[in-house]
């Protein structure tokens, strides 16, 4: 998939935790959307012939010595832009408007007073609408050649255009979801003022992607990291589709997969499977347990589990023979998430972040890292992966191994994998399970005091988590019936030895992450 064959708005990022999201709603609209960090350079852009440039939020200030910035330059191309939330306040600033401290920071849910009905960007949008706030600086006054065209009681520009220049601003963030009409907003953003087609879809990416394949492999052999999660899974079918036999798919069981997994995967994808490629399963938990001991910290235990991954595949790679392609699954919001620009790194994802410098192929090939979890599903629908493969719930790379706080031994992975096996079992009965996002048991490091039959006992406390999300990057808890969350709680206490507790985590992304670690 190359940007040069659709249409194309850039999205560039200049640090805010919602970027990945912008470029999530735009090909919602059937539009290929990229995210390039802010320090790109304009040759590099104008190349690219975007139909339209969306500035992230960030960080920043925009009055800061290193606060991020890019050239006034690129709103002069005749491209058009919007702004949002910081990138509202950049192109006020390159522009000679002014910025400062909000007497009041916005954030959270507020009513915007629509002022522009011709505008563009606001075609069909209430008059009084809900938007998502989040900012402590504002937009003070517009540049001269500016309308305002929405406000709040405490923000005088929410947002502002230039509708000859096509540049458009708003202080909200049309991306989320609690911005009642913000998918209206962009559309019209990408249709009205981009005047793009809307013509990118699931079936050329699949064509795409197995023809660029199949050139830059050629004869070559190549190594899958199969899992049997949606996304190593979709790359692999593609990858056979591509190459056959030429590949081999590895599947490291290291110990850390929820019960009975990597019987389930080797079913799927084994000799006696679906596919036809070569399938080796590695067993190897007692070589992670052992790398694991007396590991506490969350980020130490990700990036020992994602390159000890590597190690195996190496050890796998020279008892093939010569093997020039690692194909991993990895998908854009890992790689986002990993630190693109200016974000913060959140958790460094397996796959991306924890990859040593070192790694013994000749290259690693990713054919989904510009997809999101949707639209993996979309081309595993496209490939006609079986349904129950393709809307299987997420399962991080690390497994368990971030599902245990604190330090991984054998005995917690066997405890956290019956309560899990427990909970999604009940779930599934109880028919409640498709409005999930993801749901799970953790093992928490808390031991706490109890009473089994006459005597104390002092175990630990499972936690189950359920969360509704359409894009795993803000999510709510969901609120399970309690009968459901009786009957797991007795069923655990009473069936996982080691456990005399059960709680539920009530809470949302953010603040909190859906995994624990
Ligand atoms: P968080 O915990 O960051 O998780 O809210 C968001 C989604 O990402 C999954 N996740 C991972 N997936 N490798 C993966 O392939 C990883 O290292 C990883 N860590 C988290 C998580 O299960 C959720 O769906």
Redesign the pocket.
């Known amino acids: 998939m190359s940007a040069k064959q659709n249409e194309f708005v850039l999205v560039m990022d200049f640090g805010g935790q919602y970027n990945q999201l912008i470029a999530r709603r735009v090909r919602e609209c059937n539009v290929y959307c990229e995210v390039f960090p802010y320090t790109m350079s304009i040759e590099e852009i104008k190349k690219m012939q975007p139909k339209g440039i969306i500035f992230t939020g960030g960080p920043n200030s925009v009055y800061e010595k290193d606060s991020a910035v890019c050239s006034a330059e690129l709103l002069k191309l005749g491209i058009p832009v919007l702004g949002i939330c910081y990138g509202s306040q950049l192109m006020a600033h390159l522009l000679g408007g002014k910025v400062a401290t909000a007497p009041v920071s916005e954030y959270g849910k507020t009513e915007v007073s629509i002022k522009g009905e011709s505008s563009k960007i606001f075609a069909g949008v209430s008059k009084e609408t809900i938007c998502w706030m989040s900012h402590t600086d504002y937009i003070a006054e517009a540049p001269a050649s500016f309308k305002v065209t929405a406000s709040t009681p405490v923000c005088p520009v929410a947002a502002m255009e230039n509708e000859t220049e096509k540049l458009y601003a708003v202080q909200f963030h049309p991306e989320v979801m609690h911005t009642v009409e913000g998918m209206k907003m962009l559309h019209n953003f990408i249709f009205n003022v981009c005047e793009c087609n809307g013509d990118w879809k699931m079936d050329s990416f699949v064509e795409a992607t197995i023809q660029n394949l199949r050139q830059k492999i050629g004869g070559g052999k190549v190594l899958c990291a199969l899992s049997g999660g949606v996304?190593s899974s979709v790359a692999a079918v593609l990858l056979s589709k591509a190459v056959g036999k030429q590949l081999t798919c590895v599947f490291v069981d290291h110990g850390l997969l929820r019960k009975n997994e990597g019987d389930e995967v080797e079913a799927i994808f084994g000799p006696d499977g679906h596919y036809d490629l070569n399938f080796i399963r590695v067993n190897v938990k007692e070589r992670f347990y052992a790398k694991l001991k007396g590991v506490t910290d969350p980020e130490t235990k990700?990036k020992i589990i994602g390159e000890e991954f590597i190690r195996v595949f190496e050890d796998e790679a020279k008892k093939i023979g010569k093997v020039d392609f690692l194909v991993q699954g990895t998908i854009y919001?890992?790689v986002i998430?990993s630190g693109l620009g200016k974000s913060a790194v959140?958790?460094s994802?397996?796959?991306v972040g924890g990859l040593p410098d070192y790694v013994d192929f000749k290259e690693i090939v990713e054919p989904l890292r510009l997809l999101f979890k949707d639209e993996v599903r979309k081309a595993g629908r496209e490939l006609q992966i079986p349904e129950y493969l393709v809307s299987r719930q997420?399962?991080?790379?690390?497994g368990l191994g971030?599902r245990i706080i604190g330090e991984v031994t054998e005995e917690k992975v066997q405890i956290v994998q019956d309560a899990d096996a427990i909970y999604r079992e009940e779930v599934a009965k109880a028919g409640v399970a498709k409005d999930l996002g993801?749901y799970f048991a953790a093992l928490t490091n808390m031991r706490s005091v109890g009473v089994m039959g006459d005597g104390r006992t002092y175990d630990y406390a499972i936690a189950l988590r359920a969360v509704m999300t359409s894009d795993?990057m803000t999510a709510e808890s969901a609120q399970l019936p309690w009968e459901v969350l009786a009957i797991v709680t007795s069923r655990i206490v009473n069936e996982v030895k080691g456990v005399n507790r059960v709680l539920y985590d009530c809470t949302g992304?953010p603040p909190a992450?859906?995994?624990f670690e």
């Open positions: 996304d990700r919001p890992d998430e959140i958790k994802h397996h796959n997420p399962f991080p790379g690390p971030i993801q795993f992304k992450t859906i995994e």
